[in-house]
């Protein structure tokens, strides 16, 4: 069977500067209408990057839509047309002020299919040397290191809900096989 939706007509409900919504109308594989909302996302990178006694690098920042401060793998929105490897790269110096000596495509990942359109793509770091962290000027940061292995147990416990941590911590220890 072909499970393929089949565009009709989009009515555009808001344009940021971050995210696009719209409504579309599609045809259903039995030939039936029905509505679509997607908030479209130009994409992103997360980063699980890894000093040299195996510490994740994490940073908490407020995360306005959950009212709560957030502990999370580097991270960042893709500009325009920017290529995925270097944006990682970028996120990872500006929030962190790490540059790593080996840097390992983990895949992508779509945080919420069902309706957000965006295309998360996860890296792994290490080999890494320190500068300084220069975020964003409306990012406010705590960082800290985590041992990999309890990272893990945190993640086992619930104690971490962001999803592109998990996904990326665990595809990292996948990967490493420690």
């Known amino acids: 069977m072909d499970l393929t939706e089949r565009f009709v007509s989009r009515e555009e409900k808001f344009s940021g500067r971050i995210l696009t919504v719209h409504v579309d109308t599609v045809t259903l594989p039995d030939g039936s209408l029905a509505m679509r909302e997607v908030a479209d996302h130009p994409g992103g990178v997360a980063i699980v990057a890894l000093d040299d006694e195996n510490n994740v690098l994490m940073v908490e920042q407020f995360r306005y839509v959950f009212n709560e401060p957030v502990l999370e793998i580097p991270a960042g929105k893709l500009e325009k047309g920017e290529d995925p490897y270097l944006a990682a790269l970028r996120e990872l110096k500006e929030e962190t002020g ?78 490493l096989n420690i």
């Open 98 to 175: 790490a540059t790593p000596g080996f840097f390992q495509p983990l895949g992508k990942l779509y945080p919420s299919p069902g309706c957000y359109g965006e295309t998360l793509h996860l890296f792994l770091a290490k080999n890494l040397t320190f500068g300084e962290a220069k975020p964003d000027e409306d990012e406010f940061l705590r960082s800290e290191r985590i041992p990999l292995e309890v990272l893990l147990q945190r993640i086992l416990r619930n104690e971490i809900a962001d999803a592109k941590t998990v996904a990326g911590v665990l595809k990292a220890k996948l990967y």
